[in-house]
């Protein structure tokens, strides 16, 4: 058989007056310094998107100056020389043959190439206003003469011909 007693359990003394008003004191300001960098989140959350952008522009520009200074600092191998302009009327005289009716696009985009000392296939489609195709295969022509470096992945081709000889390049082409 179980008694039951009426005796209370022992409890801790209870907190005195200063303790329980401190512990509201703690309490409540706890609450006000959540609350307060909750709202300095959310008050400075534009502050934040906006130097991330700022910054992350700079970056882009800056990797982007570094690409341009990179891909123009580079050396082109087997830079043409013009010399011996018989010699180069004669191998034009030959391309044209061999070209055919591709004759006349092929020298706009060697002419286009060299002024622009910047190769790549949407630029010619862009500028020369011919299919995509067209624009690749007139690439491929290019590179197979000797106007322009090969393929780079996304960075444009090497103009290996420099761009104070394209009138030079514009006589020799006249047949």
């Keep these: 058989?179980?008694?039951i007693?009426?005796?209370?359990r022992?409890?801790?003394?209870?907190?005195?007056?200063?303790d329980e008003r401190n512990a509201?004191?703690?309490?409540?300001?706890?609450?006000?310094?959540?609350?307060?960098v909750l709202i300095a989140f959310w008050a400075w959350w534009p502050a934040g998107v906006v130097l991330g952008l700022v910054v992350?522009?700079?970056?882009?520009?800056?990797v982007g100056?570094?690409?341009?200074?990179?891909?123009?600092?580079?050396?082109?191998?087997g830079l043409h020389e013009l010399a011996?302009?018989?010699?180069?009327?004669?191998?034009?005289?030959?391309?044209?043959?061999?070209?055919?009716d591709d004759w006349p696009v092929f020298r706009r985009a060697a002419l286009q190439v060299t002024h622009a000392q910047?190769?790549?296939?949407?630029?010619?489609?862009?500028?020369?206003r011919v299919s995509t195709a067209t624009a690749q295969h007139l690439m491929g022509q290019l590179e197979r003469e000797g106007f322009v470096g090969p393929s780079r992945g996304t960075r444009p081709r090497v103009v290996r011909l420099a761009r104070d000889r394209a009138p030079e390049l514009d006589r020799l082409m006249r047949l």
């Design 24 to 36: 509201r004191y703690a309490a409540v300001g706890g609450a006000v310094g959540f609350g307060m």
């Design 84 to 100: 011996g302009e018989e010699e180069l009327r004669a191998e034009f005289r030959r391309l044209r043959v061999r070209l055919g």
């Design 65 to 77: 100056r570094a690409m341009t200074a990179s891909a123009f600092a580079e050396p082109a191998d």
């Design 10 to 18: 022992a409890l801790p003394p209870v907190l005195d007056e200063l």
């Design 5 to 8: 007693t009426d005796e209370r």
């Design 56 to 62: 992350g522009t700079l970056a882009v520009l800056h």
């Design 118 to 128: 910047w190769a790549s296939v949407a630029g010619l489609q862009r500028e020369l």
């Design 1 to 3: 058989m179980v008694t």
